[in-house]
Structures are given as C-alpha cells and as structure tokens.
Antibody
Framework: EVQLVESGGGLAQPGRSLRLSCAASGFAFDDYAMHWVRQGPGKGLEWVSG????????AYADSVKGRFTISRDNAKNSLYLEMNSLRNEDTALYYC???????????????WGQGTAVTVSS | SYVLTQPPSVSVAPGETARITCEGKNIGTKSVHWFQQRPGQAPILVIHYDRDRPSGIPERLSGSNSGNTATLTISRVEAGDEADYYC?????????FGGGTKLAVL
C-alpha cells in the first residue's frame, strides 16, 4: 500500500524551530518529486515547498523562503521540512505529498499523507 | 505571482450538474489539476492534466481548460460530492492553488 506518514508537528513559540518528517512506503521513493502543502485553520491549501527525486531542484513559496528548508533521504525513504523563525501565520496542518509522474517536477499530487499539525503561539 | 480565482461556493440540487470554475491569466496554456477535500480528510486528486481522471474517480467528474478559465464539471451530483474543491497549477516551478470552492448539495 502506498503511504505517507507525517510526524514532528506540535506547539512552538514564535521565532523557534520545528522539524517535520514524512515516512514513505509502498513505492519507489527515489523516483518521485515530493512536496509539502499546508492548510491553515479554516483556510485553503497552500503549496509550501518541493524537491526533485535526486534533490537537484528545490523550490519554496515566497511566504517561507529563507526560513524553511526541504530535504530528503532516499536511503531512508524520508522527506523533511526544517522550519525556522516560525511565525503565528505558519500555524497549519502540514501535508506531505507525492507527484504522480516519476522524474518530473510539476505533475499532479496523487498521494497525500494525513498531515501533522503545527501551532505557533506564545 | 500567479493567481487562481475560484468562487467561494456553488450550490446544486441532487441529480443536477455542478460547474466549478478556476480563473487565471492564460490558464489555458497551463495544466490544471483538481482536488476534492471532504471535512477532516486529506485532499484527493480527482482530475489531472486538465481532463484526465485517476483510476477510481467516476466518469461523472470531468474537466476542461481554455483561455482564462478551467472548469470542473460534476454531472448527476450526489450527496457524497459535497466537499471543497481546489484547482492547482505550476508557475515557474512554484505550486499555486485556487482559494477553493465549497460545493453544497441542496
């Protein structure tokens, strides 16, 4: 079964850091670009960051550029999001998601995890 | 930055046809993907590359894209179609989502 399981969410004070992880299983993780998408309370979906299968290309939304870092470890079938200088507006459910086509960047997201909740508050 | 505009809500009676639009400048030159999200659940892909359905998605759901508007059409609407729907495109390797449309089945 193809599965993505996020972890690492929690409560953090403004200005502090959190590291999210996403464990992948059931597919050839190192063949696919991966992304983080977030959803604030009662809000819509917001793309956060993406990374190609070999980490050769990385992109960020303007709202997180310079504060968040995406990375992956293909040997561990894992995706990460290092979040620094957290702000109240980063409060959201963070989803890990997989592109549907191998060796591309910019395909549709065909598999989503259930998300991990991040709350930024003093 | 690229902007996608969706109507906040669409209402339709069971058995009727719902059309959810997604407007963006020259969106017809981009590939549009559509996601359905039911309350408390993760999104699921329902249309990719403008008009293709993933396996398991009923034929009642279809997509089109031309000019400045992409459209998700749901025929013979059922109560189970009630959900939020989001369109999504790529703009210079940056992902962009529309604001979402709540489909209400009357």
């Amino acid at each position: 079964e193809v599965q993505l399981v996020e972890s690492g969410g929690g409560l953090a004070q403004p200005g502090r850091s959190l590291r999210l992880s996403c464990a992948a299983s059931g597919f050839a993780f190192d063949d696919y670009a991966m992304h983080w998408v977030r959803q604030g309370p009662g809000k819509g979906l917001e793309w956060v960051s993406g990374i190609t299968w070999e980490s050769g290309s990385i992109a960020y939304a303007d709202s997180v550029k310079g504060r968040f870092t995406i990375s992956r470890d293909n040997a561990k079938n894992s995706l990460y999001l290092e979040m620094n200088s957290l702000r109240n507006e980063d409060t959201a459910l963070y989803y890990c998601t997989k592109e549907m086509d191998a060796y591309t960047l910019g395909a549709a997201f065909d598999i989503w995890g259930q998300g991990t909740a991040v709350t930024v508050s003093s | 930055s690229y902007v996608l505009t969706q109507p906040p809500s669409v209402s339709v009676a069971p058995g009727e046809t719902a059309r959810i639009t997604c407007e963006g400048k020259n969106i017809g030159t981009k590939s549009v993907h559509w996601f359905q999200q039911r309350p408390g659940q993760a999104p699921i892909l329902v249309i990719h590359y403008d008009r293709d359905r993933p396996s398991g998605i009923p034929e009642r759901l279809s997509g089109s894209n031309s000019g400045n508007t992409a459209t998700l059409t749901i025929s013979r609407v059922e109560a189970g179609d009630e959900a939020d729907y989001y369109c999504q495109v790529w703009d210079s390797d940056v992902g962009v989502f529309g604001g979402g449309t709540k489909l209400a089945v009357l």
